[in-house]
């Protein structure tokens, strides 16, 4: 695709046997001292839609972590970015930038921001894909039914735009090519043994938010019942998921704090999975935090 047709803060970058497409935002650093700030996006999230998020465009190799780590890698070589990093990630994200630090270490990298992000050990503690919670939710909206729809920041041209890139059929096949290479990328990190490194990148700050994935859940089971589905003992069964899952997911954010001695952690209430969508002034939070605060160690 001709870099024409991407937004105006966006380019594409060419990587060697492909290009990726970067959305960049704000003044241009006054140095390479000064840290550039990265998002990550999750799987088959589209960054066309104005927000921040790098994003891949038309890679020909299969979408595990290790070669979008690869990926990410090359895109800041090559486009270039020679700034220390303050790298933020959603989601799946979590398992990209572990990733990335094993393929390239932490010499560039300024502080990291994890926004509800998934932890190697994820699959191990809670399955998002419990058949049980897709069967009582079957036919049911996502979007709506976690509140997105209704409780979103973005305005109504970039919530459009979201929606119409998702039912694309490149957005598509993303998603299903990214479905195949999801639950194994963690048993690949988990082999690494990133843990047993910790504090991974030293003093250098992470700051982890954590989403209410309760609400997440709760509305797809009301949904779901309200259509009639699920017998009662998959109904009762999910309502069990629902009251261990914000349990679950706290023990899975408080691992990330280990990956430093300077980290905070902060829970969005009023979100379920995609804080960025509904509480996005905890993002900003969270980025400024690690932004001035690795300024304070790199000066």
């Known amino acids: 695709m001709a870099s024409s047709t991407l937004p105006s803060n966006g380019r594409l970058v060419d990587i060697g046997t492909h290009s990726l497409a970067l959305y960049t935002h704000g003044p241009e650093p006054s140095s390479s001292k000064d840290p550039v700030v990265l998002f990550i996006s999750g799987v088959a999230s589209d960054a066309s839609t104005g927000k921040p998020w790098c994003g891949c465009w038309c890679s020909p190799l299969a979408p595990s972590a290790e070669n979008i780590a690869l990926e990410l890698s090359l895109l800041i070589e090559k486009a270039p970015i020679p700034n220390p990093l303050v790298l933020v990630g959603h989601s799946w994200a979590g398992v990209l930038v572990h990733e990335y630090i ?27 894909n419990d058949p049980n919670l897709w069967t ?70 992470v700051y982890v938010i954590g989403g209410t994935r309760s609400r997440d859940w709760s509305g797809l089971y009301k949904a779901g019942v309200a259509k009639g589905n699920g017998t009662e003992e998959q109904r009762s069964y999910v309502r069990d998921l629902i009251k261990t899952v914000d349990a679950k997911n706290e023990g899975l954010m408080k691992e990330f704090l280990k990956l430093s001695t300077k980290s905070e952690l902060v829970f969005a209430t009023e979100s379920g999975h995609f804080v960025q969508l509904t509480q996005p002034e905890i993002v900003v939070d969270g980025v400024k935090w690690v932004y001035i605060t690795s300024q304070h160690l790199l000066s």
């Open 136 to 205: 009582v939710a079957a036919g049911v909206e996502p979007y709506s039914a976690w509140g997105v729809e209704a409780e979103h920041k973005l305005t109504q041209e970039e919530w459009y735009a979201f929606r119409a890139a998702e039912t694309a059929e490149k957005f598509k096949l993303i998603e299903h090519k990214e479905d195949e290479n999801y639950r194994p990328s963690f048993e690949t990190l988990r082999k690494k043994e990133l843990s047993k490194k910790q504090p991974l990148i030293g003093n250098k700050p």
């Open 102 to 128: 094993a393929l390239k270490g932490t010499d560039q990298i300024a502080g990291l921001v994890f926004v509800d992000a998934n932890h190697e050990t994820a699959p191990l503690v809670m399955d998002v």
